[in-house]
Nanobody
């Protein structure tokens, strides 16, 4: 079992930055891939970014490449999503997720590939 708790969401203006955090517990954190997803009202959940267990490999959706950065601190069992240059299209509920069964270097973009999910944190970007 893995428990995930996100924090850091909020209401910001276009062009601002936010950093989301996701604290994990229950298994050895460095052994599994972590991902961030988001879901806007009326839309499907979409991949944002993923990071390997060691932190050495990352993957990003094209829509956030160059603006968002995923990182992890395995000593703190926490994964982060630094979001810069936010725009209204980034408004969504953001979820962190853990893929505990795939090899730790695999960075899947598909939500069914993740086994555990946090409760989500709302990010709202006003124009």
């Amino acid at each position: 079992q893995v428990q995930l708790v996100e924090s850091g969401g909020g209401l910001v203006q276009a062009g601002d930055s936010l950093r989301l955090s996701c604290a994990a517990s229950g298994r050895t954190f460095s052994t599994y891939t972590m991902g961030w997803f988001r879901q806007a009202p009326g839309k499907e959940r979409e991949f944002v970014a993923a990071i390997s267990g060691s932190g050495g490999n990352t993957n990003y959706a094209d829509s956030v490449k160059g603006r968002f950065t995923i990182s992890r601190d395995n000593a703190k069992n926490t994964v982060y999503l630094q979001m810069n240059s936010l725009n209204p299209e980034d408004t969504a509920v953001y979820y962190c997720a853990a893929d505990i069964f795939s090899p730790p270097s695999r960075l899947t973009e598909s939500p069914p590939g993740y086994n555990y999910w946090g409760q989500g944190t709302q990010v709202t970007v006003s124009s």
